[in-house]
């Protein structure tokens, strides 16, 4: 997962695959204010199957498979992030944590400028006062995954 701010730090282009088919989804964190929305939002952007069971585990189960669609790269853009699930901490760490773990199920590549980038790659855009506690709080998912 990556983190940028508006007007600083990493430039987007720099995220995306220098070649391949690239499948780019853009969500804005203000149109996720509850569960119902995030698996409304991200069923209609990533095409979610008709089987999808508009609950976390099968939001985790289609995020790390997106079979569906012929993509070589998924990209993920959630503008605003830090507005997801701003009034439910529990179904925030939920959504954080699957986008954590599907990330982590994709494999990764090299880049000849040395940057390493996956196959599924999330970038959460937020103001940058909010930039600091996204990145406190992914620290803490890789921190689980390592003890």
Known sequence: ???????GGLDLDELLPASGDVHVARLNGH???DEE???????????FPEYFGWNWHAFYDC???LQWLSSDYHVLIIESAECVLSEDDVAREEFFGS???AGQRWSYTKRSEGLT???FSVVLSCGEEAAAGLASRLAEFQDQRHA
């Open 99 to 101: 986008l954590w773990r």
């Open 63 to 65: 995020l790390r498979d």
């Open 117 to 119: 980038l996956s196959k």
């Open 37 to 47: 929305s995030v698996f409304l939002k991200f069923w209609e952007t990533l095409k």
């Open 31 to 33: 149109d996720m204010p």
């Open 1 to 7: 997962m990556h983190i940028i701010t508006k007007g």
